[in-house]
């Protein structure tokens, strides 16, 4: 299984010099499984150049992987090019809700004022599917998802295919009203999804200094980070979801902080950046 960063930034895109290093896009994540299969997590401002190198391939069938509706999660979907290929099979799962579909939510975003087609009327064939809190297999995969601790509707996804296991957690605030330290792994959001993960993506967008004055916005800073990676028991962590506002030499400084609390080989902690490719 090889994983491939195509957008890693968090909120909004974040083009410039001081980006250059780790890359400007929102959140896209390319998952390949060996037999061929072509897994896709989430669809941020990444999935446009993503898309134009799926298209010299034609993948038979693609699975894209939604773990919210925040825009920075989906505003790259309608420059995913395969999505206006007749001939894509593209499966797009999300999390479900009561009140309305996948495709309805997503809808509000893909039509007329926001964008000038409705997603009703792209050529490819779209299956929708709610990703419900439970396990199911795509190509070679096992797939789960479940509810994360992150403001509106969020899951998050956990692979299993090729002997390896890999973690999606983007979005997530598990050190809402606990202390990771101290708590039992059952009562941690995403703990479960993550558990010893040979690679866990892992949302880390603040420093512990500006987390204070963001608790409840729906992401985690370095120390957090290094506590859940710690309490999971993961192999290797790719910190994810960087903040718009911190250039590179701030996230390198960051991995620092990250290292100091959770005290493991260094080559265990990755910050996650276009175009890198990692094995899970």
């Given at each position: 299984m090889?994983?491939?960063?195509w957008?890693?930034?968090?909120?909004?895109?974040?083009?410039?010099?001081?980006?250059?290093?780790?890359?400007?896009?929102?959140s896209?994540?390319?998952?390949?499984?060996?037999?061929g299969?072509v897994?896709?997590?989430?669809?941020?401002?990444?999935?446009?150049?993503?898309?134009?190198a799926?298209?010299?391939?034609?993948?038979?069938?693609i699975?894209?992987?939604?773990?919210?509706?925040h825009?920075?999660?989906?505003?790259?979907?309608?420059v995913?090019?395969?999505i206006?290929?007749?001939?894509t099979?593209?499966?797009?799962?999300?999390?479900?809700?009561?009140?309305?579909?996948?495709?309805?939510?997503l809808?509000?975003?893909?039509?007329?004022?926001?964008?000038?087609?409705?997603l009703?009327?792209?050529?490819?064939?779209v299956?929708?599917?709610?990703a419900?809190?439970?396990?199911?297999?795509?190509?070679?995969?096992t797939?789960?998802?479940?509810a994360?601790?992150?403001?509106?509707?969020?899951?998050g996804?956990?692979?299993e295919?090729?002997?390896?296991?890999?973690?999606?957690?983007?979005?997530?605030?598990?050190?809402?009203?606990?202390d990771l330290?101290?708590a039992?792994p059952?009562?941690?959001?995403?703990?479960?999804?993550a558990?010893?993960a040979?690679?866990?993506?892992?949302?880390c967008?603040?420093?512990?200094?500006e987390?204070?004055?963001?608790v409840?916005f729906?992401?985690?800073?370095t120390?957090?980070?290094?506590?859940?990676?710690?309490?999971?028991?993961?192999?290797?962590?790719?910190?994810?979801?960087h903040?718009?506002?911190?250039?590179?030499?701030?996230?390198d400084?960051?991995r620092?902080l990250?290292?100091?609390?959770?005290?493991?080989e260094?080559d265990?902690?990755?910050?996650?950046?276009?175009?890198?490719?990692?094995a899970?």
């Amino acid at each position: 299984m090889r994983v491939r960063f195509w957008g890693s930034r968090g909120t909004i895109a974040s083009p410039g010099a001081d980006t250059a290093r780790y890359g400007g896009n929102t959140s896209c994540v390319e998952v390949r499984l060996d037999d061929g299969s072509v897994l896709v997590l989430d669809a941020g401002t990444g999935a446009r150049v993503l898309g134009h190198a799926l298209i010299d391939e034609a993948p038979p069938r693609i699975d894209l992987f939604i773990t919210h509706l925040h825009v920075d999660h989906v505003e790259g979907l309608g420059v995913f090019e395969p999505i206006w290929r007749p001939g894509t099979e593209l499966h797009l799962w999300g999390p479900p809700s009561p009140v309305a579909s996948v495709d309805a939510r997503l809808a509000k975003y893909f039509s007329p004022p926001l964008f000038p087609v409705h997603l009703s009327e792209v050529p490819a064939n779209v299956t929708f599917h709610d990703a419900t809190e439970g396990t199911w297999t795509v190509g070679g995969a096992t797939l789960r998802s479940a509810a994360i601790q992150h403001a509106g509707i969020t899951v998050g996804y956990r692979i299993e295919a090729d002997g390896a296991s890999l973690t999606y957690l983007t979005d997530h605030e598990p050190a809402l009203g606990m202390d990771l330290e101290t708590a039992a792994p059952e009562w941690i959001s995403g703990a479960a999804l993550a558990w010893e993960a040979d690679l866990l993506i892992h949302d880390c967008q603040y420093t512990e200094e500006e987390y204070a004055a963001r608790v409840g916005f729906g992401h985690s800073s370095t120390a957090h980070v290094a506590a859940f990676a710690g309490k999971v028991g993961a192999k290797r962590l790719a910190m994810f979801h960087h903040d718009p506002m911190h250039s590179d030499d701030q996230l390198d400084a960051m991995r620092e902080l990250v290292l100091e609390r959770w005290n493991v080989e260094p080559d265990r902690v990755v910050i996650a950046a276009e175009g890198a490719e990692l094995a899970a």
